[in-house]
C-alpha cells in the first residue's frame, strides 16, 4: 500500500513539475510573441530606416564591440589571477561581481559620482581636458561595467579547469610564465572564453540603466537601442517595437554562440 502511495505521489509531483514549467515556458514565449506579432514586416523595414533606429542600431553595435573588447583585454588576465587561490581572492571576486547583482540606475549614478565633472576623479579628468559624462565613451564604460564580470566568471571557470599537470610540465621545462599562459592556458580555454565574451557583449548591447544615468540620451553619440526604446516608445511604438526586436535578434544569436561552446562548461 505504502509502495502504491509513494508511486502515486511521485506521479503527482511529476504533473505539477511538468505543469510549472509549461506555465513558465509558455510566459515567456507569450511575451516574445507578443512583440514579434505587433509589428508588420514592411513597418518593421520601414522603421529601421529611420534615422533614430539606425544611429540607435550602429552605436549600440560599435560600443558593446568596443567594450566587449575593453572586457577581454582586461577581464582576461583578472580571471587569470582570480583563478588561483590567494589571500583576499573571495572579497577581491565579490567586489568584482557586485555589478551583476547591482541595480544598473547604481550603477551609472556610481560611474556619475566617480568621473563625473563633480566626481572623485572628475577634477583630475578635467584637468587633463577629459569630459566622459555624457559622450559616447560614457556608453562604453557603463556596458564595461556591467557585462564584464559575467566573462570574467566564465574566464575564470575554465582556467580553473585546465589540467595542472599541464602547467606542472611547462614549468619542469622553464617555461616563463607568459609562455605558459599563452601557449599552455589559453588554448583549451578560448570556446569558454568565445563563449563567455559573446554572453558579456549580449549584456552590454542591452544595457539600459547605467547608459542613461552616466551617458544620457543624446541622439547619435549617446542613445543606443535599449535607450532608444524607451524614448521611442512615448512617440513612435512601431520604431520602438522594431528597434526591441532587433535587440531580441542579436541577444538571441549571442545566446546560441554560448550554447554552442556548453561542451566547454559556458553557461549563461
Known sequence: ??????????????VAAIVLAATFVAFTIIA???????VTPTAFVAALHSPVVSE???????????AAFIIALCGTPLAALLSQP????AALETLITLPVVLPPVVGGLALLLAFGRAGLLGHALHFLGVELPFTTAAVVLAQTFVAAPLYIAVAKSAFARVNPQLI?????????????FARVIIPPAIPALAGGL?????RALGEFGATI??????????????????????TDLQAAIAVAVVLMVLSYGALLIVRHVGSAGVSP
Request: no cysteine.
Open 168 to 180: 606542472d610540465a611547462a614549468a619542469t621545462l622553464r617555461a616563463s610564465r607568459t609562455y605558459t
Open 56 to 66: 540607435a542600431l550602429w552605436l549600440s553595435v560599435r560600443t558593446s564591440i568596443l
Open 32 to 38: 516574445l510573441l507578443a512583440l514579434i506579432l505587433r
Open 213 to 234: 544615468m552616466f551617458a544620457g540620451n543624446l541622439p547619435g553619440v549617446t542613445q543606443t537601442m535599449p535607450v532608444a526604446v524607451y524614448i521611442t516608445e512615448q
Open 1 to 14: 500500500m505504502r509502495r502504491i502511495s509513494a508511486a502515486a505521489r511521485d506521479t503527482t509531483l511529476g
Open 198 to 202: 559573446a554572453l558579456a557583449w549580449a
Open 86 to 89: 590567494f589571500r583576499g581572492r
